[in-house]
C-alpha cells in the first residue's frame, strides 16, 4: 500500500495533468448519468412500477434521451429578470460542483506511461476546507438564480437555500473539526493514510451520523428539498429555468451528490482502502484496484440519497431548521470537546483511551439517535381539530386566546 505524501503533488507533466483533469470531468458527468437513470429505476421498484424501459436496451439511454431533449428545447428568459445574473447562476451553480472533486483522492501512487502520480488531481495542507469554500461559492448560484429571476416562487426558493446552507453547512464543519483532531491533519490524503488502522467510521460514529444528515440538508435533497418544494413553490428557485440552464442546474445537484458522497468516504470510510475481508489480499489495496473500492463506497451513499427520496415525506422547514440548530449543531460541539480530550490524554502517553473513545462514540452516537427520534416523533401529535361550521363554509383554524376575529374574517366565513 502506497500513500502519497504531500511532495508527490506539483511534479507532473502537463500532458499527466490534462488527462487527470479529463479522467475526473469523466468520471463526474458517467456518474451523473447513470445516477439519474439507476435513481429512476430504483424510485420505481421501490413503488411497484417499472421506471424507465423504452429508450435503448430496458430503458438504459434514458438519461441521454433526457440530456439532448433539454439541449433541444426553448431557452426562455422572463420579462422582469436580472438578465446577466439570471445567466450566470447557472454557471456559479455548476463550475465550483466539479472544482471540489480536484483534492479527492481516488486512489494510491500508480504508474501512469511511467510517471509515478497518485490518483488525485492535487492536495492542500487544508484540502477539507477548500472543499467547504467550494461549496459554499456554488450555493450563491441557487441564491441568485431566485433573486434574478423577477418572481416570487423563485426568491422564497432562494432565501430558503439561504438559511438552509448557513444551518447545515455549520454542523458540516463541525464534523470536519473532529477529524482534523484525531487525523492531525486537513490534507485529504493525509486523512486517507491516518485511517489505515481503524476507520473513522467507528472511531467518529457521532460525526459520521451528523454528516450523513448534514450532506443529505446540503444538497437540497428529500426529505430536506425545501428550496424546491414543488407543493409549495413551485420548482424553488430555478422555476423560471428551462433547456440547458435547467440542465446545468440538475447537473450541479448530482455533482454536488457525489462530492459529498466522496467526502463522507474519504473522511469516514477510508478512502480508497478496500474494505474487510478484500484487504486480507495483497494486492487489494495496489494499482488501479483501489478505485473500483472508491467508487463502490461513493455509490453505497448515493444508494442512501435514493432510498430516502422514495420513503421519506418532505419535512416542515421549522423541524428542518430545528434540527439543524437544536439537535445536530449542540450535539456536534459535545463531541467535539470529548474528541480533544481523548486526543489531549494520548498526547500525554494514555494510548488505550483510543479504545475509550470508541465505547464514548457509540454511547453518543445512541444519544443522538435517540435524541433526533424524539424531536421528530414529536410531528405525530394531534393538530387542534378546526371548529365547526355549517355547511358550506370555509374551515378557519382557530385564533389564539386573546384575540377576535375582525369584521372582514367573519364575513369571509358566513361566504
Same mark, same amino acid.
Given at each position: 500500500?502506497?500513500?502519497?505524501?504531500?511532495?508527490?503533488?506539483? /511534479?507532473?507533466?502537463?500532458?499527466?495533468?490534462?488527462? $487527470?483533469?479529463?479522467?475526473?470531468?469523466?468520471?463526474?458527468?458517467?456518474?451523473?448519468?447513470?445516477?439519474?437513470?439507476?435513481?429512476?429505476?430504483?424510485?420505481?421498484?421501490?413503488?411497484?412500477?417499472?421506471?424507465?424501459?423504452?429508450?435503448?436496451?430496458?430503458?438504459?439511454?434514458?438519461?441521454?434521451?433526457?440530456?439532448v431533449k433539454l439541449a433541444l428545447k426553448?431557452?426562455?428568459?422572463?420579462?422582469?429578470?436580472? $438578465?446577466?445574473?439570471?445567466?450566470?447562476?447557472?454557471?456559479?451553480?455548476?463550475?465550483?460542483?466539479? +472544482?471540489?472533486?480536484?483534492?479527492?483522492?481516488?486512489?494510491?501512487?500508480?504508474?501512469?506511461?511511467? /510517471?509515478?502520480?497518485?490518483?488525485?488531481?492535487?492536495?492542500?495542507?487544508?484540502? @477539507?476546507?477548500?472543499?467547504?469554500?467550494?461549496?459554499?461559492?456554488?450555493?450563491?448560484?441557487?441564491?441568485?438564480?431566485?433573486?434574478?429571476?423577477?418572481?416570487?416562487?423563485?426568491?422564497?426558493?432562494?432565501?430558503?437555500?439561504?438559511?438552509?446552507?448557513?444551518?447545515?453547512?455549520?454542523?458540516?464543519?463541525?464534523?470536519?473539526?473532529? @477529524?482534523f483532531l484525531y487525523a492531525g491533519t486537513?490534507?485529504?490524503?493525509?486523512?486517507?493514510?491516518?485511517?489505515?488502522?481503524?476507520?473513522?467510521?467507528?472511531?467518529?460514529?457521532?460525526?459520521?451520523?451528523?454528516?450523513?444528515?448534514?450532506?443529505?440538508?446540503?444538497?437540497?435533497?428529500?426529505?430536506?428539498?425545501?428550496?424546491?418544494?414543488?407543493?409549495?413553490?413551485?420548482?424553488?428557485? /430555478?422555476?423560471?429555468?428551462?433547456?440547458?440552464?435547467?440542465?446545468?442546474?440538475?447537473?450541479?445537484?448530482?455533482?454536488n451528490m457525489a462530492t459529498v458522497s466522496?467526502?463522507?468516504?474519504?473522511?469516514?470510510?477510508?478512502?480508497?482502502? *478496500?474494505?474487510?475481508?478484500?484487504? +486480507?489480499?495483497?494486492? *487489494?489495496?495496489?494499482?488501479?484496484?483501489?478505485?473500483?473500492?472508491?467508487?463502490?463506497?461513493?455509490?453505497?451513499?448515493?444508494?442512501?440519497?435514493?432510498?430516502?427520496?422514495?420513503?421519506?415525506?418532505?419535512?416542515?422547514?421549522?423541524?428542518?431548521?430545528?434540527?439543524?440548530? $437544536?439537535?445536530?449543531?449542540? +450535539?456536534?460541539?459535545?463531541?467535539?470537546?470529548?474528541?480533544?480530550?481523548?486526543?489531549?490524554?494520548?498526547?500525554?502517553?494514555?494510548?488505550?483511551?483510543?479504545?475509550?473513545?470508541?465505547? @464514548?462514540?457509540?454511547?453518543?452516537?445512541?444519544?443522538?439517535?435517540?435524541? @433526533?427520534?424524539?424531536?421528530?416523533?414529536?410531528?405525530?401529535?394531534?393538530?387542534? *381539530?378546526?371548529?365547526?361550521? /355549517?355547511?358550506?363554509?370555509?374551515?378557519?383554524?382557530?385564533?389564539?386566546?386573546?384575540?377576535?376575529?375582525?369584521?372582514?374574517?367573519?364575513?369571509?366565513?358566513?361566504?
Amino acid at each position: 500500500m502506497t500513500y502519497p505524501d504531500p511532495g508527490a503533488f506539483g /511534479h507532473d507533466p502537463w500532458w499527466l495533468i490534462v488527462a $487527470k483533469t479529463v479522467g475526473i470531468f469523466g468520471f463526474l458527468v458517467l456518474t451523473v448519468l447513470s445516477a439519474i437513470l439507476i435513481e429512476r429505476k430504483i424510485l420505481g421498484r421501490m413503488q411497484m412500477r417499472f421506471g424507465p424501459n423504452r429508450v435503448g436496451p430496458r430503458g438504459l439511454l434514458q438519461s441521454v434521451a433526457d440530456g439532448v431533449k433539454l439541449a433541444l428545447k426553448e431557452g426562455l428568459i422572463p420579462r422582469a429578470a436580472d $438578465k446577466p445574473l439570471y445567466l450566470l447562476a447557472p454557471v456559479i451553480a455548476v463550475i465550483p460542483a466539479f +472544482m471540489a472533486f480536484a483534492v479527492i483522492p481516488m486512489g494510491p501512487v500508480v504508474s501512469v506511461f511511467g /510517471h509515478r502520480t497518485p490518483l488525485q488531481l492535487t492536495d492542500l495542507p487544508v484540502a @477539507v476546507l477548500y472543499i467547504l469554500a467550494v461549496a459554499s461559492v456554488g450555493v450563491y448560484g441557487f441564491i441568485l438564480a431566485g433573486w434574478s429571476s423577477g418572481s416570487t416562487y423563485p426568491l422564497l426558493g432562494g432565501l430558503r437555500s439561504t438559511a438552509q446552507v448557513i444551518s447545515y453547512e455549520v454542523a458540516m464543519a463541525l464534523t470536519f473539526v473532529a @477529524v482534523f483532531l484525531y487525523a492531525g491533519t486537513m490534507s485529504t490524503s493525509g486523512i486517507v493514510a491516518a485511517q489505515q488502522g481503524t476507520w473513522y467510521l467507528f472511531l467518529l460514529l457521532p460525526s459520521f451520523l451528523v454528516f450523513l444528515v448534514a450532506m443529505v440538508g446540503e444538497t437540497n435533497r428529500a426529505p430536506f428539498d425545501l428550496p424546491e418544494a414543488e407543493g409549495e413553490l413551485v420548482g424553488g428557485f /430555478h422555476t423560471e429555468y428551462s433547456s440547458l440552464k435547467f440542465a446545468m442546474f440538475m447537473l450541479a445537484e448530482y455533482i454536488n451528490m457525489a462530492t459529498v458522497s466522496a467526502l463522507a468516504t474519504t473522511l469516514f470510510l477510508g478512502g480508497w482502502a *478496500a474494505p474487510w475481508p478484500i484487504n +486480507m489480499w495483497a494486492g *487489494a489495496n495496489s494499482g488501479w484496484w483501489p478505485l473500483l473500492w472508491f467508487t463502490a463506497k461513493v455509490w453505497v451513499f448515493l444508494f442512501v440519497f435514493f432510498w430516502l427520496r422514495a420513503t421519506l415525506p418532505r419535512l416542515r422547514y421549522d423541524q428542518f431548521m430545528a434540527l439543524g440548530w $437544536k439537535v445536530l449543531i449542540p +450535539m456536534s460541539m459535545v463531541w467535539i470537546m470529548v474528541v480533544a480530550t481523548a486526543r489531549g490524554l494520548q498526547v500525554f502517553g494514555y494510548v488505550g483511551w483510543s479504545t475509550g473513545l470508541t465505547s @464514548v462514540a457509540a454511547i453518543t452516537a445512541l444519544a443522538l439517535i435517540a435524541v @433526533v427520534w424524539w424531536v421528530f416523533s414529536r410531528r405525530n401529535e394531534a393538530e387542534p *381539530a378546526l371548529p365547526q361550521t /355549517h355547511s358550506g363554509a370555509f374551515p378557519v383554524p382557530s385564533l389564539p386566546a386573546g384575540q377576535q376575529r375582525t369584521e372582514n374574517a367573519k364575513e369571509t366565513v358566513d361566504v
